[in-house]
């Protein structure tokens, strides 16, 4: 019998053998032509050739600065905005209906404007980073406010909580689980739009990888950014993933 | 030992109160004396939340007037905790007007100790049972300078045994900590063993309907001659009867 501990390494590890190794016979049974599907060797090679190259690191720090700093300012005036038409019924009911269009709209629809308002380089990546994060951000900040449980506040105005310590000691605290999962999510939201971000607009990053490739029929080298795409994500949901392990906020997950 | 119930004061005179067209409260007069543990019983649905809440002052009457002297806190059904805080942040809440900090660290430990969690400071409140954050929430209300405790049905979503544990603790916390108490509860045993004075409240628009004064000193165990005597009184007042072969009618 194997332990569980060992079947939940062993599980996806088997099924990651799995894919290459069905993804190694297709190409091995020429299923699809080589350029159409290029080989795990091949992928490999470029690998190798990507990173002596220098170019796959160069490509990934321009796409995490773009993405941390999109981020943080959408974090930065997102999440206040939110704590602040959570408390305001007024501001929610003006509100609301505007943020939920630019929501809805994918934010690479903004990418003529981007182009046109920041040229090329970071900032017109950034800025599409930005709208596909700060909505979302705003409006599930704004929703678990407006769903805090009254008897905290009331318990609150017992103890004379008042003004910034009611904000910073009450409110803040009470909807942080929900916010580090809207975090979480538009993190991921800014992780897929930017690999399109950069495929206008910029002279480097991992969208603009794939571009070239593409623009050079190498699809082994796309593949490799593809991966490369995947893990990193993957990666930083993990160390997101850390912040709900604040002993402060361990109760929104565990009730 | 602080007894911070003489400087309290809580009175309701002639006050009424409806929610809509729904009339709740009809000139209620009430006195809750220093020091004293006022029960008020009723049928669910009654007012008796409504009365607490026109006590605390987190809602105003339509018309009549209240008083009150000295610092109100609440007990909670439950969840009263802030989740976010151990049980010593929570504890500290209610230590917040003392300013020294060596004197706020021996008054936390002095409560800590007081309702035997000195080993659970560092807790959450999800991780405690219901009767533990109710003890914490209890020692939260007691820190520091409050004078007047509400409690709204505090122990009502305890299983039956722990609800009896906290009706002893709450009489040996109030003995060492003295504080004017106004506790509703649809509970009749509750109210019979914990009462000085049980006020029996009619269905809406809920009025006083019977005053019942038990003397008897605490704590007193259900058995206890008085407070069967005044489960019965009770019962009676509420317009349920007893019969001794087939229980309650």
């Not at chain 1, 800025?127 to 678990?144: D, R, S």
Request: charged share 15%; net charge neutral.
């Amino acid at each position: 019998m194997i332990k569980p501990g060992v079947l939940r390494f062993m599980l996806p590890i088997v099924v990651l053998f799995g894919v290459l190794f069905l993804w190694y016979f297709i190409s091995y049974i020429n299923l699809f032509p080589a350029y159409a599907l290029p080989s795990p060797g091949d992928v490999l090679r470029s690998f190798y050739e990507e990173l002596s190259a220098g170019r796959l690191l160069n490509d990934i720090i321009a796409s995490l600065w773009r993405v941390a700093v999109g981020f943080v300012i959408s974090a930065v005036l997102g999440i206040p905005i939110g704590l602040w038409m959570g408390q305001h019924i007024h501001a929610r009911q003006a509100f609301v209906p505007l943020l939920n269009f630019f929501r809805f709209l994918s934010p690479l629809a903004w990418i003529p404007f981007a182009i046109l308002w920041f040229h090329i380089g970071d900032r017109p990546a950034i800025f599409l980073i930005f709208m596909a994060t700060f909505f979302p951000l705003v409006l599930a900040t704004m929703v678990a406010v407006a769903s805090i449980p009254s008897i905290y506040f009331r318990v609150a105005q017992d103890y004379h909580y008042k003004g910034i310590e009611l904000l910073t000691k009450v409110t803040f605290p009470a909807v942080l689980p929900q916010v580090i999962t809207a975090l979480r999510v538009s993190y991921g939201i800014a992780w897929v739009v930017i690999v399109a971000a950069e495929m206008v607009g910029c002279q480097d990053g991992l969208g603009y990888g794939i571009w070239e490739a593409r623009n050079g029929l190498r699809l082994d080298s796309a593949v490799c950014y593809m991966i490369v795409i995947g893990l990193l994500g993957m990666g930083i949901d993990r160390l997101l993933a850390q912040l709900t392990k604040l002993p402060g906020v361990r109760w929104g997950y565990e009730r | 030992m602080k007894d911070k119930s003489s400087a309290s004061h809580l009175v309701l005179e002639k006050v009424s109160h409806s929610y809509g067209a729904v009339s709740v409260l009809k000139d209620l007069n009430l006195v809750v004396n220093p020091g004293e543990v006022v029960v008020m019983v009723g049928p669910s649905g009654c007012g008796k939340t409504t009365i607490l809440n026109l006590l605390s002052g987190h809602i105003k009457p339509i018309s009549g007037s209240i008083q009150r002297e000295g610092i109100i806190r609440t007990v909670y059904q439950q969840d009263g905790l802030f989740p976010w805080l151990t049980v010593s942040e929570n504890i500290s809440m209610g230590l917040r007007s003392i300013a020294d900090d060596v004197q706020q660290a021996a008054e936390l430990y002095e409560l800590l100790e007081l309702i035997h969690m000195k080993d659970f400071a560092h807790h959450f409140p999800h991780q405690l049972s219901g009767g533990m954050r109710q003890r914490a929430e209890l020692a939260r209300v007691l820190a520091g300078d409050s004078d007047i405790l509400l409690m709204d049905e505090p122990f009502s979503a305890l299983d039956y045994q722990a609800r009896l544990h906290m009706r002893n603790e709450l009489v040996r916390l109030l003995e060492k900590r003295p504080r004017t108490v106004g506790f509703v509860t649809h509970d009749i045993e509750e109210a019979a063993q914990l009462a000085d004075r049980v006020l029996v409240l009619s269905s809406r628009p809920a009025t006083i309907c019977h005053e019942l004064r038990i003397e008897t000193p605490k704590p007193r165990g259900i058995t206890n001659h008085s407070v069967i005597s005044a489960i019965e009184e009770i019962f009676k007042a509420l317009g349920l009867q007893i019969s001794n072969e087939t229980g309650i009618n």
